[in-house]
């Protein structure tokens, strides 16, 4: 592994390639881009190559150029068969598609050139496989094979399962996995990196790896990913950086003066304003919201306002929940320049060509500084453009937030990427996979899996014990129908397929993307239909939590199958999740330590008495705010400041306090990130309800978490911390885990990616609320036959690894232990400023958000009582 420095001169770049390939290039191009600058060589050199660099800097060129040669050269010495030499994966279908369609022109042009210079080449053909391509479409694939096979992770694992088309895989050079950011930090990822390990087993040598993404960071690490081991030695890899040459233009903007004073509809207005003045003087605007209801609230306010100016034929809303006929009417509006105006929730992130964006508006914050990076970097699409991107921020945290994020984009700081390791539910598909085509020794099969770096330190009884499941070891399992997809001879370690379905039933269930479902919501007792909400959303919900739905408060109580069973409240109780929680990105751990050091350096200008001009002045010099964000900054740590203390740096600030209605709170201020303060909540509420003998409210944020307790309880919080630091972490939150809605939903993902649940036999869809009344079974079954049931690890492993952050916990409460982290109490007559965002949290609900306003204001008017 090691970083490329130098790029290579234009001439030894371009002599690398065949001359009517570079002649064509000099037609179309007056110079490389930095991308191709390094990868021309390096992939024409044989070596493998990872290359991050923005949107529109030439990257596909940059992982193509090289191939295209060499296959052209190939056909001109008659070595060109009828086979596939190159994959390229992305993780989009569209994607997909505009690969080929920009590869089309070379491929064609190409030729001609070679005609002119009285030579003929043979055609290199390239050809579209995802689950979109009709079947006719397939058969001509079979018979006459693309050169270049364009594709996505699911449909290379069908493909490698496919007796005849594998074969033509077996000539197989080179392999492009493009957006590899956006593959490498999930399962579809981790799925990819286990095909790519099998592929390499049926080439029967090492082909060319090619990695290209926008942000990656550590480079090394989506290397690793990238290339994996080959046996105990990991693979060599170039690594090209180029991710920063293209120059950023960044602001965060308030729309209003006064953040706290104003009301929601001030707010709205304001923001609806400035949004205008932003996509009136600019071509066309991307804007992004983070959730999908935003989207749309976003395109109805501005065509609500300005009718004339904002009509379908002008604006658009793109976001996962829209028809993809929807989708691809407004992309390809967008690329011919027909819309002023785009607005979505993450759906147009990744690289798909939409043509010219000259600014990116983010309303609220992206929560991460590579997703930040990634979003602006959509704008300026041309190479040598600037990437603008204006961050609206509508509140003082938000406000904080993202003027720490974008100083990190200029500091070329991105966050951490995070790869699961050992996921169970994808080997036992891959496992299916393997034993169709051959039988396995054990040790062979687990050289191909260890070939991967999500897999390398497997265990070989982890391994086994799958194989156990996998080959129908357990009669409980039969007795709930569900059989053996394998054979395994425990005493030779040798397995192979069993059963004519299992091809079919391998085919109609693979994949790592789980169905999702809106789920029904009926108010007990009188079992009352009162709406429908998203199940991720109920995944979060635990018995007693309180949430708004239809402008009113509910309680949750159970949840059977698709139907989820509520009480009414009474309207003074406080809301604990808001209707959006599952939507909402978290905050990156490695962002909330940064937020930290930049309230301790406001801390310790306010605690030396430094002016608030200096102060503002020293908040413009070094960060990107206009002058309403930074007055609203200063003024949120001077009332934090003066009312009691500023958390900050290496401290976790515990207030016990009561709101305006006289509710007892804990408020704990760990600014670690939502997934974070996902696990410390959970198990800090799991210690201090057996403390107090009664269950506690729990509201947790990115900045911390509040726990709502009974007024009469008496705590002590001294002894709650000694249980923290002395417990198994691990143990205590999957006791706390097990019953949760949480639970039951992954652990019907899991079953169904492991295929004990189907998700369709036969060719007949089984239905998402028959897989879960399944899986509940199914789930008490496999804990009884045996504790370390794999696909029950496997659902532990994600809830605790993939949507809390145990690692991150583990290692807060290991500063906590060596004393890296203090832990002070205070005690405060109402919430201080930064407890209030938490406090209100339940309630950030658009049907609500004027009664969260007149809250939120409540507060600030109480605290400005006590320090004027």
């Known amino acids: 592994m090691q970083f490329v420095k130098k790029p290579f001169t234009r001439d030894v770049s371009l002599g690398c390639l065949e001359d009517y390939v570079r002649e064509w290039f000099l037609r179309n191009f007056r110079e490389l881009t930095p991308p191709q600058e390094y990868s021309f060589k390096l992939v024409s050199q044989g070596k493998n190559v990872i290359v991050t660099a923005p949107t529109g800097s030439g990257k596909t060129l940059a992982g ?36 080929k369609k920009n590869l089309v022109a070379p491929l064609t042009e190409i030729r001609e050139i070679a005609r002119e210079m009285g030579r003929a080449l043979p055609e290199v053909r390239i050809a579209v496989r995802t689950g979109d391509v009709p079947p006719e479409e397939k058969q001509k694939q079979l018979k006459l094979p693309p050169h270049i096979l364009v594709t996505t992770p699911e449909s290379l694992a069908v493909l490698l399962n496919a007796p005849k088309f594998a074969e033509n895989l077996r000539t197989v050079r080179w392999v492009i996995i493009d957006e590899i950011h956006e593959l490498a930090n999930n399962k579809r990822g981790v799925h990819l990196s286990l095909s790519i390990e099998r592929l390499r087993k049926l080439v029967g040598k090492e082909f060319v790896r090619i990695g290209l993404g926008a942000t990656l960071h550590p480079l090394e690490e989506a290397a690793k990913f990238l290339v994996g081991y080959n046996g105990a030695k990991l693979r060599d890899c170039k690594l090209v950086d180029v991710s920063w040459y293209k120059p950023y233009d960044l602001k965060v903007i308030c729309p209003v003066k006064d953040a706290v004073h104003s009301s929601a ?49 002008t604006i658009g809303a793109h976001h996962g929940s829209l028809s993809r006929e929807t989708r691809l009417e407004v992309e390809d509006r967008l690329k011919q320049g027909l819309l002023r105006a785009v607005v979505c929730s993450t759906s147009l992130e990744l690289g798909i060509d939409i043509g010219y964006i000259d600014l990116v508006a983010q309303i609220g914050s992206p929560k991460s500084v590579t997703r930040a990076v990634q979003r602006i970097g959509r704008s300026g699409h041309k190479f040598k453009d600037i990437a603008r991107g204006r961050i609206i921020a509508l509140d003082r945290d938000d406000l904080v937030e993202c ?34 085509n051959k039988k396995w020794s054990v040790d062979e099969a687990l050289k191909v899996i260890r070939g991967s770096y999500c897999y390398h330190e497997l265990s070989k009884k982890t391994f086994i014990s799958l194989l156990h499941y996998l080959a129908g070891h357990y009669a409980e399992l039969e007795d709930q129908h569900v059989y053996g997809k394998i054979w395994f001879d425990e005493k030779d370690e040798v397995f192979g397929k069993r059963g004519k379905y299992t091809r079919v039933i391998y085919y109609l269930n693979i994949g790592a993307i789980p169905d999702e479902v809106k789920i029904d919501v009926y108010k007990l007792p009188e079992r009352q239909y009162i709406g429908g909400i998203e199940e991720g959303f109920l995944e979060r919900l635990r018995a007693g939590d309180i949430f708004v739905l239809g402008g009113r408060l509910y309680k949750f109580r159970f949840a059977r199958g698709m139907r989820c069973y509520v009480e009414g409240v009474p309207k003074e109780a406080v809301p604990t999740i808001p209707a959006w929680f599952s939507e909402m990105l978290p905050l990156s751990f490695d962002l909330a330590l940064e937020v930290q050091k930049f309230r301790a350096e406001m801390k310790e200008k306010l605690k030396k008495g430094e002016s608030r001009a200096r102060i503002l002045s020293w908040l413009k010099d070094n960060y990107p705010l206009d002058e309403y964000s930074s007055n609203s900054i200063y003024e949120y740590f001077a009332e934090q400041h003066l009312y009691n203390k500023i958390p900050s740096q290496n401290e976790i600030l515990i207030e016990k306090t009561y709101d305006l209605e006289g509710r007892k709170f804990l408020v704990f201020h760990s600014l670690f990130g939502r997934r974070t303060n996902d696990a410390l909540s959970r198990a800090i509420a799991l210690l201090l309800s057996e403390q107090i003998k009664h269950s506690v409210g729990v509201i947790i944020s990115d900045n911390g978490f509040a726990l709502l307790v009974p007024k009469e309880r008496r705590l002590s919080v001294e002894k709650l911390l000694k249980e923290l630091l002395g417990c198994d972490l691990e143990e205590l939150l999957k006791s ?52 370390d049931f794999p696909v029950v690890q496997e659902t532990y492993r994600e809830i605790l690894q993939d949507i809390l952050d145990i690692d991150k916990a583990k290692e807060v409460i290991d500063w906590l232990r060596e004393g890296k982290i203090e832990v002070e109490t205070i ?42």
Not at 845 to 866: G, N, Q, S, Y
């Open 64 to 99: 193509f150029m090289a191939i295209l040669s060499e296959l052209f050269k190939m056909g001109e010495r008659g070595e060109l068969t009828d086979s596939v030499y190159c994959i390229y994966i992305s993780p989009l279908k569209a994607l997909d598609n505009d690969v």
């Open 265 to 313: 509809e001030e707010l709205n207005a304001a923001l609806y304003k400035l949004l205008d003045k932003l996509v009136s003087a600019h071509t066309t605007t991307l804007i992004f919201t983070n959730t999908r209801s935003g989207t749309e609230r976003v395109v109805f306010h501005l065509k609500d306002r300005w009718s004339e100016k904002y009509t379908h034929a």
């Open 403 to 436: 003027a720490v994020m974008l100083r990190c984009a200029r500091e070329r700081r991105l966050d951490k990427i995070q790869i699961p390791k050992h996921c169970l539910d994808i080997l036992a598909q891959h496992i299916v996979g393997m034993g169709l």
């Open 736 to 787: 706390s885990i097990r019953r949760t809605e949480l639970m039951k939903r992954r652990f019907r993902h899991c079953a169904a990616r492991s295929f004990l649940v189907l998700r369709n036999y036969k060719g007949y869809k089984i239905s998402v609320s028959r897989q879960q009344m399944s899986s509940q079974t199914l789930l008490r079954v496999c804990e009884e036959v045996d504790a």
């Open 827 to 868: 005690e405060t007559e109402i919430p201080s400023p930064f407890a209030h965002n938490l406090i209100v949290l339940g309630e950030a609900d658009v049907i609500l958000i004027e009664d969260r306003k007149r809250r939120l204001l409540e507060l600030h008017e109480a605290v400005m009582r006590r320090i004027k």
